[in-house]
């Protein structure tokens, strides 16, 4: 986010993106810090500072599912509001680790999908 703090680019959330955050953030701590109380509320801390990092910085993206259709063969459908909420805030890139679930391709109706380090790359934040 420090790139995004430089105004190298202007990140782009919405409310599935936020909660699918979440839900990999949580799933991810329980394995590695498991589930008692005391490390969900480490958990919940950091989670917080995140977002509070992300403030100022983010703007939010609100589309109704489906408004924008996914391309023809993703193979979660769950991932298809990710696309919208990219189509509706303008986005040139959707900045993934998950690349399974990229359009064939890699771009679909002008939006490319990368990875994190390529996408600094990209917008001159990391040297290759």
């Known amino acids: ?23 990999v953030l949580a799933w991810k701590w329980s394995i590695k810090y498991g589930t008692a109380r005391d490390s969900w509320k480490s958990m919940s801390a950091s989670a917080n500072k995140m977002f509070r990092h992300l403030d100022g910085v983010t703007l939010l993206a609100h589309p109704a599912i489906g ?3 996914a391309w023809p063969g993703l193979p979660d459908a769950n ?5 919208s909420a990219a189509r509706s805030g303008d986005c040139s890139h959707v900045v993934s ?3 399974h679930h990229y359009p064939p391709g890699g ?22």
């Open 1 to 23: 986010m420090r790139a995004a703090h430089a105004g190298l680019y202007r990140p782009v959330w919405s409310p599935w993106v936020i909660g699918e955050t979440w839900r």
């Open 67 to 69: 408004s924008f259709p």
């Open 79 to 83: 991932d298809a509001p990710v696309f």
């Open 97 to 99: 680790l998950n690349t």
């Open 107 to 128: 771009t679909y109706e002008g939006v490319t999908y990368l990875g994190p380090e390529k996408f600094l790359e990209l917008v001159g934040w990391l040297v290759p």
